[in-house]
Every structure is written in C-alpha cells, then in structure tokens.
C-alpha cells in the first residue's frame, strides 16, 4: 500500500475524501477479472479471490498471472503450485497463449500483475510487457541455473530467477506486505511558525482517543464472533479468505496476535484500510484484535541493548505530491496511525523502495529512524524474539500511534529518498490540553460509555445510538443518574440525525426521571432544559425554545459561577433564537456574553468558539455589521480545520458559514466548494432525508441561482423542498425559506404565477410560525413585490413594499441600513410607475439614512447614488443622471478592484444615458467595459452576459455595423435559450431583433425565419400580451413584403405606380411599403405620397379594390375579349388622344368610353391606381412572354395568371360602368 502522508500546515486537517471514495470498492473487491479465451484448452485457471492494495489515488486488485506455454493444467506439480499461490493472492490466472496474455494485461488499468514466466520464452516477452504500467513485477521459473543471466539485468522488473514455487511465493508474500505496510495512515506536522511547531492533526487526536478506549474496555467472545461475521460479510465471494476465516475462528487462541498478525494478510487489509478510511465501525468490531496484538507488543517490548540506540529501516513508495510536502517538512513530527512494520535491513527497505523506479510519479522512500530503547512512550517488538514466528527475522514492529521528528531529507538517487527520524517524546503542549479536555468532555462510567460520547464527538451517531441502547439495557433500574444520561444522550444523537420527534421523547423521558431523583443535580437538569430548547429550535417552535433557554439560564445563575462555560453554552443559544426571532440587537448582546466567558475559559482553537463565531457572523450580518462577521469567519476559518473530526456536524456548519462570506464578496464559485464540503461531510454523516440535507441543497441551490445557473439552482432547492415535506412539520420556517427559494428562481425565470404560488406559500407558513413583525416576512413581502413588479402590476408591488417598511420600522432602528434598502425598492416602483418625484423622495431618504449610519466611501451609498441617478433618466435630466452615476463609480472605483461586478453596473448605466443622448460611440465604449468586467467574473454562459451582449449589439447597430450587431446577437440568443424556458419573453425580443439586423444586411429569409420565431414565442408565452403579438405579426408581414418588392426590381417591373398597388394588396403598410422601395432600388424611385383620404378610399372604394381583392367568373370569350383589346394598346389615354383606331369596331370603342367614365368617376388618386393596373396587367403579359421564349414556363405562367386576374377584375369595373351609364 502507499501511504499517504499530508504536510499539515497551521493545524489543517489531513483530507481523507479519496481513500473514504474507495470504500465501495473494497466491498467488491472479490470480484474477479472475466477473460474470454478462443480456444478451449486455453481457459484460464478462474481463482475467484483477490487482493486489493492502496495507491496514491485508488485501490487496484493483485492479480498474479502464470504464463506458460507447455502449461499441463491436469499435471499435480501445476496443480499444487497453483494451490500455493492461492494463499499469497487469490486472483490467479494461467494463460498458454502469449498475446491472450499481453492483451488481458494491458486491457485491465485497475489491476497491479505480478508474472510468472519460465525462462525458455523470457526474452521473447520481455520487449512486449516490460512497460506496461499495470505490471508490478516479472518473476523467471527456471528449474535448473541459467548460464547466462546478464540480460536479466536489463529489465528492472525481474525480481529474480527461481527454481521452485516455493521461493516465488516467499517473494511474493514479501511484496504483498510492503504494498499493505504503504498504506499505514501518516500524519506530518508542519514547523511553519513557532507556534505551530509540534502541532499534530486534530484526525490523529481522535484516533488516539479511540484506540485509549478500545484498550481499556473488556471483550466477551461476541467480540470475535461479529468480527467473524464482518469478515465473512466482506469476503463473502471469496472462497480462499473465507478459508482463512473459518480457520481464524476455530485457531485463534492456539496462536499468538503477532502470529495472526503476520500470517493472515486479511487482517492487516482490513485494519489498515479501517484505519486509512476512518471506518469506525470495523475499527471498533476489532477491538478485541487491536487491544491483543497491542498487549503482547508491550509484553515482548524488549531491545538487545538498553544503552545502545538502534537504526532500523522502513523502505516505501509515496506519491511525488506528497514527497514535495515531506522535503518541505524537516523539524517536524511525523506519526503513523497504525502498527508500524520496519526492519533492521537497509538492504530489505531498499527492495521495497525501488520499486518506485518503475513508475514516475512515485518516488521511493527509505526512512531511516533512530531508537532510544530509554523511550518507551511505545512499545515495539522485535519478531525475532516471538517463537512462532521464525521467518521475520529482521522485522521489528512498533504498536499504533508511533511520533517521530523529521531530521533530515537526502537524495539517494532520482527516484530514491532518505528520511532520517528520531524516536521522540515530544508532542505538542497545545495538543495535549486539547485532548485531556475532550477526555473530560467525554467522561463516562466506562469504557463503553466513553467509547459513545467520543462517537458522538466524531459524529459517528448510528454507531453511538447503538452503545446507548446497549448501555440503557444493560444499566440498573436504581441507577438513576447513569440512565438520565443515557436518555439525554440518545436524545441529542437523535436530534443530530434529525428525528426531532424522538430527540423530544428521550429528552422528555430524562427530565422525568432527574426531577424524581431526591437530590436533583442541577447541572443535569439545566442541560436538559437546553437540550429540549434545542430540539424545539429546529423545530421552528421559537417561542418555546426561548422558555427553555430560559429556565435553563436561571438554573445556570444560581448554581454555577457567572463565568462558567455552561453560562457561555445558554447565552449561545437564547442568541441564536433571539436571531431566528428576528431580534437582532438581543442576539448580539447575548453573543458578546459568551465570547466573553469563552475565551477566558478556552484556547482560541477550542472546538467551542468556532460555534459563537458562527453565530455572531449571522447576526452580525444581520445588524448590518458586515465586517464583525467578516471578521468572525476569518476566525473560524482558521479554528475549524484544525480541531474538528471530518464527519462532525459543525464542520459542516463552519464551512457553510465560509461559503456564505464568500457568497456576499461574489466569489460564487468558491462559495460552491465550501458548501460542496459541508454537503460531502453531511451525506456521510446524516440519513438522506435528514433536515440539515436539505439546508445545504438550498446553499448549492443560491450559489447556482447567482451564477445564472437557474435550471439547476431549481433542482436543489426543490430536492430540499422533498426532504423538509418528509422531516418537518408543514409549517416549519425552513420550509417557508425553501418556497421563497423556489419562487424566486421561477421569478427569474420569467414564471411569474408559478413564483407567486411559492412565495404566497412562504408568507403563509410565516404568518402561522413567525412573530407579526419578523424581520423575515417583510422580505417575503418584498420578494412578492418584486414579482409583482416583473408584471408591471407596480400598485400590488408598491402595497407589498409598504408592508415590507412597516414591518421594518417596527423591528429595527430607524437608521438601520436595511430601511435604505426598503426605500430603494419602493423609490423603484414608483419610478415605474412614472412618479418621479415621489420616487425621488424615498431614494433621498435611503440616502439620509446611508449617510447616517455607513461611510461614505460605502457600495451601499453607491447604489443610492445609482438609483437617483435612474430617476434623472426618468425624468429626461441626463446631466444630473450622469452626475449620480459619476458619484456611484467613484465609490466602486475606491471600494472595489477594477473588476469587480458592481463596476459593471455602473458602466452599464452610465452607456445607457448616452445611448439615449444618441451618443452612441460613447454608449459602447462603456459597454465594453461592462463586458471585460463580466467575462472575467461570471461563468461563460451567466445571463448577465446575454444582458450586455445585447446592449452592444444595438450600438452596433445603430452605428451600421450590422456584422458585428449579429454577433452579438447570437451570443445573446445562444445564453438565453440554455438559460430560460423556450416561450419566454426575452426568447421573442432577441429573434425580434436579429431578424432586424439582418434585414439591414438583406438577408431577408432569415429575418423572417426569426420574425416567425419570435412571434411563434410570443403566442406561447406565459401571459402573451396582444399589443406584442400585433407588433411581432405586423413585422412579419412586413419583411415577408421585401421579397415580393424585390422579385418586381429583379424584374425591371418597377415604376412609380408599384407602390399604390402594393398599398391596396398591404393597406396597413403605407410607411415600410415606402421604405422597402426606397431601400431597394437605393434611393431611385421614390413612390408617391398618398394622403390618408385616399388610403381610406383605397380600402372602402369597392370598385377599386376589386382590381386586385375580387375574381371574376365572366365567360371565357369575354375575358378572352378584353384581353385582346388590351394588348392592342399601350395606354388607355391613346384611344382618346387619338380616336377611334380603324381596325376597332364600334363596340370596342364603346367599351373603353365607358372606362373612361370610370377613370372620371374615380378622383385623381384613385384614378392613377385604375390606370397603373392596366399597364402593370400589360407588363405581367410582356414578361410572361420573355420567359417563355427562355424556356422558364413555371414563371411564364405566374405571370400570364397575374395578368389575366388583373384584366379580368378591370372588365368588371368597366361592365359596371356600362352598367351606369347606359
């Protein structure tokens, strides 16, 4: 096994997440490896065992494989031999097929091989498999002496030549313990300053503690008997180990622990991977082993010459990562947290060492260590001294828990090391005060007693429940005492797994009991009180609580000194309620009282402070006291990883309150990890349905919601919406914070009814569990404000903010700053609804109170500054809008790095009053200064980036730039549609607008492909408003115009009558039918300007409109008929010009007199749409016949059709006009 060996800096605490990730795979590691052979005879040997050792990073199985080509599986020698490697590792294969083999080995990444060859075929396979990083080790079976063994120097895998199996398997066996003595869990204490010197991981205090315990407490054979069965449980599949098993339950008394020790390598596998992993269940399951292997240890402690110091050798591999802490790390201690084998051979731990060379990213170390046989804070053996035990000769084993200082550090060769240690005595005073405190802390009748308080400490609460129980039922009826400390015990561990219920009861029972006992202990019962008040707390019963917290405060007062750490405990806890109340100055006023009295009464890294600190940054934060909290996390920050266990639930907690500092700094992605953190510790330690779950998926879920990551905010906070309906009661307060969680992402996500139906639930658990003027409801009351004025129903929002300020003026000081805020959010809305001076009043108000209670080089100060600033824009002053603006950047530009969001903000707005000044060069060089600030600070796809990239896509558009404004566009369209539901708003104004820009670079059929997708959006939308759907359809139908247009200029059918008859086909399109013409033949033609008469007249006259909205169904020789008169002339005007034509009979001339009664009929406008239909029916026939002759009948015939419809509704207009005047 390779160790892990972690350099702790400042008392960091030794991260265990990779080796705790591996312990799945542990409980599948009898799963064999499947081949597939083609040929029969060549199946593998299956041996359905296997062993696992431990990486830098992972576990991988040993497998030894057998290759040989003149392999007899029948023979008896192959037989026994296998049988014989069984018991060194129990995954064995035989292959007869080299490529079968080469190929299995290099297929199979998580194993490490170890490979038999015989020496005939050695050469041959060296050059194919030698590289292959999953083989460990080559070893040659040759029955008789190579003569020439050079080239085997060549390969650095071959162990050695071997004539037997025997001495292959002493090799093997020799190999398997190195890789299991790697794995010894090591700790290393940084020298970094004086203060920290000799201070050791808060892990190691623990796990001292623990084996204390195990060592003290008394095991019955039930001990041996569950170990079994864990052990079977584990190796269930395994057929070899479960031999060894059954052979260790019937022999274990007929053998020494030292014996087992060293012959059965699942017992080492297990403690040290146990060990490793923190696994304190199977820790505990071989107490009865580790406490015998440890008494005969000390028992047989001997040295050969008390007067003389002794050098003995360790030889391991490590990870480089972990080497470069270890260079760095002289001075300090260093201390194994498990049996530590070394040996009085160098040239042994060299063996093991060089093993190292054949992988780069490990590095080989020999730890040479200097023995005092004077110090015997540990006792160690030599195995030479055990009788049944004559094969380890050289080996000395030292018992857990072994320190010793680093010395010195030299370079051997590239990849081999030399640590030289010193057996010590010393640890460190501050180490040692801690852990004789948390000795007293978890005080018990015995060792089992103990064993559960420490679990409890360590937040290994399954395990601690079980001990209670047992301890309860095995406790006298007539011991009151120890049974009310059994039940008040029970009951924490079932508040801490979040069965509140049940904590209830137990405490309850414990209360019982204590105030029937004839001299009550008042201690005792103040803490139950507490207790009870705690359990009430998570309950939301605040009230409650504060009673409890209460009569546990006048017990407190009357027997225990004013500066007792239990005062400190209870002044804690009246401020968290005083918090969750609302009452913010109480809270605090009860903090500082216990900060007082704890720092008298414990170090600065005591476990206890790091809760006060916790608390203090809540409501300091809360007070608008922003940098004590800063502060206060500094603190934690600092205390946290030092003291407390990794399953512990107030880790959990201090990296939660971390990731929220950073959180308000906007440093969201390191936020996230923090509460990642807590997330991990928490999954491990709690039920999945546990309420604390629940509270961290809606921390995630915040985090992803500001980073624009809406979707999967969402998910975690309706993950911790299902855990709080199955742990809490339905009107809980964390579920009231859960629903305003959810509304307000289905808010950004454009979901306003949704948003209202969470917020609305919010409100109306916290009217049911909250006092009438807590703080928390006036900012749901804003929250629902704020949706409200998404919709634009701003006198609904401006009714919820009233409330939101009522509430705060009751609850808070006159000049807190969060009335600066209320008053921000009201000036907003009725800025919105255009009362700008009244608007204006309450952003002036927000500044008075600013400037009364923050610096004014305060953000908060500058957002004022920018929301007045947003009035003068209102109010078309854009002098003064610049001049607030200014005032706003001035204090960011103090307050913050260059980069920082709310510079962004600034910039934005400041782009934006000159964009409305049609300054627009100005406009964007401010707007890309917003898009520098937020490329660096926001995730590639965060809304906000949707938001600017818009912004300077219109500039550019408005400049004529429509290349650039496209891409803009795009990036735009592409964050919105991952970020925002498909029928959302702003979904429909980006294809609105790219459609725009690219009608500008004439590429009509996009535009209206977007023009359709926006409108298509807008139809589906939420709540579609009808003046947008009108708006989009009426683009639509415009830009589908210029195609059309644009076929008539193709066609050189274009003059200044297209427009009139485009009008009556389009006759709300007078103004785009202008500028479509205008643009399309780049200024040339300039249609007639029709007056709003005449457009009336176009669309009511029926006569006219018939030209083009009527079909005629006359007989086909009258249209035929006119037609042929028509493509006789050019124009009507020239049979009255010139009279009658000879060849035009008197009939015809009739007909078109009567047309021209219709043409006087007509006013002149009018007139001039008749007459430019008949030429444009002449041109349609014209043109059809040119694209006949060209062979394009498809077009031919649309234009023959048009011409003939046009003839056909004139005919119609001259038979009434015949009709008229006859």
Same mark, same amino acid.
């Given at each position: 096994m390779l160790s892990s060996v972690s350099v702790i800096a400042n008392f960091k605490r030794t991260s265990v997440t990779d080796d705790q990730a591996n312990t799945a795979l542990i409980l599948s590691e009898?799963?064999?490896?499947?081949?597939?052979?083609?040929?029969?005879?060549?199946?593998?040997?299956?041996?359905?065992?296997?062993?696992?050792?431990?990486?830098?990073?992972?576990?991988?199985?040993?497998?030894?494989?057998?290759?040989?080509?003149?392999?007899?599986?029948?023979?008896?020698?192959?037989?026994?031999?296998?049988?014989?490697?069984?018991?060194?590792?129990?995954?064995?294969?035989?292959?007869?097929?080299?490529?079968?083999?080469?190929?299995?080995?290099?297929?199979?990444?998580?194993?490490?091989?170890?490979?038999?060859?015989?020496?005939?075929?050695?050469?041959?396979?060296?050059?194919?498999?030698?590289?292959?990083?999953?083989?460990?080790?080559?070893?040659?079976?040759?029955?008789?002496?190579?003569?020439?063994?050079?080239?085997?120097?060549?390969?650095?895998?071959?162990?050695?030549?071997?004539s037997d199996i025997l001495s292959i398997c002493d090799q093997l066996q020799r190999n398997i313990k190195h890789y299991e003595q790697n794995g010894i869990p090591t700790y290393i204490i940084s020298t970094s300053s004086i203060a920290d010197l000799n201070e050791l991981d808060q892990s190691f205090m623990y796990s001292q503690l623990l084996t204390e315990i195990l060592l003290e407490m008394n095991y019955e054979k039930a001990a041996k008997t569950e170990f079994i069965e864990l052990c079977r449980k584990q190796y269930q599949d395994n057929k070899v180990q479960l031999h060894k098993i059954d052979d260790f339950e019937r022999n274990y008394e007929h053998h020494s622990a030292l014996w087992w020790y060293i012959n059965q390598s699942f017992i080492v596998s297990m403690l040290t991977r146990a060990l490793r992993t923190q696994n304190i269940a199977t820790i505990i399951k071989m107490g009865f082993y580790i406490k015998d292997l440890h008494r005969q240890i000390k028992q047989k402690h001997s040295t050969p010459n008390k007067s003389k110091i002794m050098t003995i050798y360790r030889g391991q591999v490590m990870a480089n990562a972990e080497f470069e802490k270890l260079k760095n790390s002289i001075g300090s201690l260093i201390a194994f947290n498990s049996f530590l084998s070394t040996t009085t051979s160098s040239v042994e731990a060299i063996l093991y060492a060089e093993s190292a060379q054949v992988d780069p990213q490990l590095v080989g170390i020999i730890f040479q260590m200097e023995i005092d046989p004077s110090i015997l804070t540990i006792p160690f053996v030599s195995l030479s001294d055990v009788d049944d035990i004559p094969f380890c000769q050289n080996e000395i084993l030292f018992s857990m828990h072994t320190v010793f200082r680093?010395?010195?550090?030299?370079?051997?060769?590239?990849?081999?090391?030399?640590?030289?240690?010193?057996?010590?005595?010393?640890?460190?005073?501050?180490?040692?005060?801690?852990?004789?405190r948390l000795r007293k802390e978890i005080e018990g009748q015995n060792p089992l007693h103990r064993l559960g308080n420490l679990l409890i400490q360590m937040g290994e609460f399954d395990k601690a429940e079980e001990i209670f129980k047992t301890l309860l039922e095995t406790t006298s009826n007539v011991d009151l005492e120890q049974i009310v400390s059994f039940y008040n015990q029970l009951g924490c561990i079932c508040k801490e797994k979040g069965n509140f219920s049940s904590a209830l009861s137990y405490h309850q029972k414990a209360l019982e009991i204590q105030q029937k006992i004839a001299v009550p202990n008042h201690s005792v019962l103040a803490n139950i009180y507490n207790n009870i008040g705690e359990v009430h707390r998570l309950m939301g019963e605040y009230s409650t609580a504060l009673l409890c917290y209460q009569k546990t405060l006048i017990i407190g007062q009357e027997f225990v000194t004013f500066d007792s750490p239990m005062l400190a405990i209870i002044y804690n806890n009246i401020s968290q309620v005083y918090n969750l109340m609302g009452d913010y100055s109480a809270a605090l006023s009860y903090l500082q009282k216990t900060l007082e009295i704890q720092e008298k009464n414990f170090p600065l890294n005591d476990p206890n402070l790091i809760t006060k600190y916790n608390n203090a940054d809540q409501s300091d934060g809360s007070l608008g006291e922003n940098s004590v909290a800063s502060l206060n996390l500094q603190q934690v920050s600092e205390i946290q990883e030092k003291v407390i266990p990794f399953k512990n639930p107030d880790l959990a907690a201090t990296y939660e309150n971390i990731a929220r500092m950073h959180y308000a700094m906007g440093e969201y992605s390191t936020a996230l990890s923090h509460h990642q953190k807590a997330f991990e510790i928490r999954q491990k330690s709690l039920t999945s349905d546990h309420p604390l779950l629940a509270i961290t998926h809606n921390n995630i879920g915040q985090v992803h919601y500001a980073m624009g990551e809406c979707s999967t905010g969402l998910l975690h906070h309706q993950r911790a919406l299902e855990i709080q309906q199955k742990s809490l009661p339905l009107n809980h307060p964390d579920l009231a914070a859960t629903h305003n969680h959810i509304g307000r992402v289905y808010d950004s996500m454009g979901n306003y009814s949704t948003a209202l139906s969470h917020l609305k639930k919010t409100l109306e658990i916290q009217?049911? %569990? =909250?006092?009438?003027? /807590? &703080?928390? +409801? @006036?900012? !749901?009351?804003?929250?629902?404000?704020?949706?409200?004025?998404?919709?634009?129903?701003?006198?609904?929002?401006?009714?919820?903010?009233?409330?939101?300020?009522?509430?705060?003026?009751? %609850? =808070?000081?006159?000049? /807190? &700053?969060? +009335? @600066?805020? !209320?008053?921000n959010n009201i000036g907003q809305v009725h800025y919105a609804m255009g009362e700008y001076s009244t608007a204006l009043l309450h952003h002036q108000r927000a500044l008075e109170i600013q400037q009364k209670s923050l610096p004014s080089s305060h953000p908060d100060l500058a957002m004022t500054y920018n929301n007045i600033g947003e009035i003068y824009v209102g109010m078309i002053d854009y002098l003064n809008a610049i001049r607030y603006y200014k005032r706003t950047l001035k204090i960011q530009q103090v307050a913050f790095p260059s980069d920082h969001p709310l510079l962004a903000i600034t910039y934005n707005n400041i782009g934006r009053v000159h964009e409305l000044r049609e300054h627009y060069s100005d406009a964007l060089f401010n707007y890309e200064k917003v898009l520098r600030i937020q490329q660096k600070a926001l995730p590639s796809k965060h809304p906000s980036l949707a938001t600017i990239y818009n912004s300077i896509a219109e500039m550019h558009r408005m400049t004529g730039d429509y290349s650039s404004s496209l891409l803009y566009h795009e990036n735009t369209l592409e964050i919105q549609t991952k970020s925002l539901p498909p029928n959302h708003l702003s979904l429909a104004e980006r294809h609105h607008q790219i459609a725009v820009v690219l009608e500008g670079l004439h590429r009509y059929n996009e535009a209206a492909e977007h023009a359709s997708c926006a409108l298509n959006i807008i139809?589906?939308?939420?709540?579609?408003?009808?003046?947008?759907?009108?708006?989009?359809?009426?683009?639509?139908?415009?830009?589908?115009?210029?195609?059309?247009?644009?076929?008539?200029?193709?066609?050189?059918?274009?003059?200044?009558?297209?427009?009139?008859?485009?009008?009556?086909?389009?006759?709300?399109h007078q103004s785009r039918l202008h500028s479509i013409l205008f643009d399309l033949t780049d200024g040339h033609l300039m249609p007639?300007?029709?007056?709003?008469?005449?457009?009336?007249?176009?669309?009511?006259?029926?006569?006219?409109?018939?030209?083009?909205?009527?079909?005629?169904?006359?007989?086909?020789?009258?249209?035929?008929?006119?037609?042929?008169?028509?493509?006789?002339?050019?124009?009507?005007?020239?049979?009255?010009?010139?009279?009658?034509?000879?060849?035009?009979?008197?009939?015809?001339?009739?007909?078109?007199?009567?047309?021209?009664?219709?043409s006087i009929f007509c006013e002149n406008e009018e007139e001039l749409a008749v007459r430019w239909a008949l030429d444009t029916a002449n041109e349609f026939r014209r043109l059809g016949g040119q694209c006949a002759e060209a062979g394009n009948i498809d077009s031919a015939l649309e234009y023959f059709q048009r011409g003939k419809e046009l003839y056909k509704r004139l005919a119609k207009i001259i038979d009434q006009a015949r009709s008229q005047t006859s």
């Amino acid at each position: 096994m390779l160790s892990s060996v972690s350099v702790i800096a400042n008392f960091k605490r030794t991260s265990v997440t990779d080796d705790q990730a591996n312990t799945a795979l542990i409980l599948s590691e009898s799963d064999d490896v499947n081949t597939t052979q083609s040929n029969v005879q060549q199946h593998p040997i299956e041996i359905d065992i296997s062993f696992t050792y431990w990486s830098a990073h992972r576990m991988k199985k040993f497998i030894i494989i057998w290759l040989d080509p003149n392999m007899n599986e029948l023979n008896n020698d192959y037989q026994n031999s296998i049988s014989q490697l069984r018991q060194i590792v129990g995954s064995t294969k035989v292959f007869t097929d080299v490529e079968q083999c080469i190929d299995f080995i290099i297929e199979i990444e998580d194993a490490k091989f170890f490979l038999i060859l015989p020496e005939a075929i050695t050469k041959t396979v060296m050059p194919l498999i030698h590289e292959a990083p999953q083989l460990d080790s080559i070893y040659v079976f040759c029955l008789n002496n190579i003569k020439d063994e050079q080239w085997i120097s060549e390969w650095k895998k071959i162990k050695g030549v071997f004539s037997d199996i025997l001495s292959i398997c002493d090799q093997l066996q020799r190999n398997i313990k190195h890789y299991e003595q790697n794995g010894i869990p090591t700790y290393i204490i940084s020298t970094s300053s004086i203060a920290d010197l000799n201070e050791l991981d808060q892990s190691f205090m623990y796990s001292q503690l623990l084996t204390e315990i195990l060592l003290e407490m008394n095991y019955e054979k039930a001990a041996k008997t569950e170990f079994i069965e864990l052990c079977r449980k584990q190796y269930q599949d395994n057929k070899v180990q479960l031999h060894k098993i059954d052979d260790f339950e019937r022999n274990y008394e007929h053998h020494s622990a030292l014996w087992w020790y060293i012959n059965q390598s699942f017992i080492v596998s297990m403690l040290t991977r146990a060990l490793r992993t923190q696994n304190i269940a199977t820790i505990i399951k071989m107490g009865f082993y580790i406490k015998d292997l440890h008494r005969q240890i000390k028992q047989k402690h001997s040295t050969p010459n008390k007067s003389k110091i002794m050098t003995i050798y360790r030889g391991q591999v490590m990870a480089n990562a972990e080497f470069e802490k270890l260079k760095n790390s002289i001075g300090s201690l260093i201390a194994f947290n498990s049996f530590l084998s070394t040996t009085t051979s160098s040239v042994e731990a060299i063996l093991y060492a060089e093993s190292a060379q054949v992988d780069p990213q490990l590095v080989g170390i020999i730890f040479q260590m200097e023995i005092d046989p004077s110090i015997l804070t540990i006792p160690f053996v030599s195995l030479s001294d055990v009788d049944d035990i004559p094969f380890c000769q050289n080996e000395i084993l030292f018992s857990m828990h072994t320190v010793f200082r680093i010395n010195a550090i030299e370079q051997i060769t590239n990849y081999l090391w030399s640590v030289d240690l010193a057996l010590t005595t010393n640890t460190d005073d501050q180490l040692q005060r801690m852990t004789q405190r948390l000795r007293k802390e978890i005080e018990g009748q015995n060792p089992l007693h103990r064993l559960g308080n420490l679990l409890i400490q360590m937040g290994e609460f399954d395990k601690a429940e079980e001990i209670f129980k047992t301890l309860l039922e095995t406790t006298s009826n007539v011991d009151l005492e120890q049974i009310v400390s059994f039940y008040n015990q029970l009951g924490c561990i079932c508040k801490e797994k979040g069965n509140f219920s049940s904590a209830l009861s137990y405490h309850q029972k414990a209360l019982e009991i204590q105030q029937k006992i004839a001299v009550p202990n008042h201690s005792v019962l103040a803490n139950i009180y507490n207790n009870i008040g705690e359990v009430h707390r998570l309950m939301g019963e605040y009230s409650t609580a504060l009673l409890c917290y209460q009569k546990t405060l006048i017990i407190g007062q009357e027997f225990v000194t004013f500066d007792s750490p239990m005062l400190a405990i209870i002044y804690n806890n009246i401020s968290q309620v005083y918090n969750l109340m609302g009452d913010y100055s109480a809270a605090l006023s009860y903090l500082q009282k216990t900060l007082e009295i704890q720092e008298k009464n414990f170090p600065l890294n005591d476990p206890n402070l790091i809760t006060k600190y916790n608390n203090a940054d809540q409501s300091d934060g809360s007070l608008g006291e922003n940098s004590v909290a800063s502060l206060n996390l500094q603190q934690v920050s600092e205390i946290q990883e030092k003291v407390i266990p990794f399953k512990n639930p107030d880790l959990a907690a201090t990296y939660e309150n971390i990731a929220r500092m950073h959180y308000a700094m906007g440093e969201y992605s390191t936020a996230l990890s923090h509460h990642q953190k807590a997330f991990e510790i928490r999954q491990k330690s709690l039920t999945s349905d546990h309420p604390l779950l629940a509270i961290t998926h809606n921390n995630i879920g915040q985090v992803h919601y500001a980073m624009g990551e809406c979707s999967t905010g969402l998910l975690h906070h309706q993950r911790a919406l299902e855990i709080q309906q199955k742990s809490l009661p339905l009107n809980h307060p964390d579920l009231a914070a859960t629903h305003n969680h959810i509304g307000r992402v289905y808010d950004s996500m454009g979901n306003y009814s949704t948003a209202l139906s969470h917020l609305k639930k919010t409100l109306e658990i916290q009217k049911e %569990s =909250l006092p009438p003027h /807590h &703080p928390d +409801l @006036a900012t !749901t009351y804003e929250n629902i404000g704020r949706v409200h004025y998404a919709m634009r129903e701003y006198s609904v929002a401006l009714s919820h903010h009233q409330m939101a300020l009522e509430i705060r003026q009751k %609850s =808070l000081m006159s000049d /807190h &700053p969060v +009335l @600066a805020i !209320t008053h921000n959010n009201i000036g907003q809305v009725h800025y919105a609804m255009g009362e700008y001076s009244t608007a204006l009043l309450h952003h002036q108000r927000a500044l008075e109170i600013q400037q009364k209670s923050l610096p004014s080089s305060h953000p908060d100060l500058a957002m004022t500054y920018n929301n007045i600033g947003e009035i003068y824009v209102g109010m078309i002053d854009y002098l003064n809008a610049i001049r607030y603006y200014k005032r706003t950047l001035k204090i960011q530009q103090v307050a913050f790095p260059s980069d920082h969001p709310l510079l962004a903000i600034t910039y934005n707005n400041i782009g934006r009053v000159h964009e409305l000044r049609e300054h627009y060069s100005d406009a964007l060089f401010n707007y890309e200064k917003v898009l520098r600030i937020q490329q660096k600070a926001l995730p590639s796809k965060h809304p906000s980036l949707a938001t600017i990239y818009n912004s300077i896509a219109e500039m550019h558009r408005m400049t004529g730039d429509y290349s650039s404004s496209l891409l803009y566009h795009e990036n735009t369209l592409e964050i919105q549609t991952k970020s925002l539901p498909p029928n959302h708003l702003s979904l429909a104004e980006r294809h609105h607008q790219i459609a725009v820009v690219l009608e500008g670079l004439h590429r009509y059929n996009e535009a209206a492909e977007h023009a359709s997708c926006a409108l298509n959006i807008i139809r589906h939308s939420f709540e579609p408003k009808q003046s947008q759907v009108e708006k989009y359809q009426k683009y639509l139908d415009e830009i589908l115009l210029i195609p059309e247009c644009s076929k008539l200029i193709k066609a050189n059918n274009i003059n200044e009558w297209t427009y009139p008859f485009l009008l009556v086909l389009h006759p709300s399109h007078q103004s785009r039918l202008h500028s479509i013409l205008f643009d399309l033949t780049d200024g040339h033609l300039m249609p007639p300007s029709l007056s709003h008469e005449c457009l009336t007249k176009l669309e009511s006259n029926k006569q006219v409109k018939s030209i083009v909205l009527e079909t005629l169904s006359d007989s086909v020789d009258e249209r035929d008929r006119v037609l042929k008169d028509f493509s006789s002339v050019d124009h009507i005007e020239s049979i009255y010009l010139l009279g009658k034509p000879p060849e035009m009979s008197e009939q015809r001339y009739s007909f078109f007199t009567s047309f021209r009664k219709v043409s006087i009929f007509c006013e002149n406008e009018e007139e001039l749409a008749v007459r430019w239909a008949l030429d444009t029916a002449n041109e349609f026939r014209r043109l059809g016949g040119q694209c006949a002759e060209a062979g394009n009948i498809d077009s031919a015939l649309e234009y023959f059709q048009r011409g003939k419809e046009l003839y056909k509704r004139l005919a119609k207009i001259i038979d009434q006009a015949r009709s008229q005047t006859s």
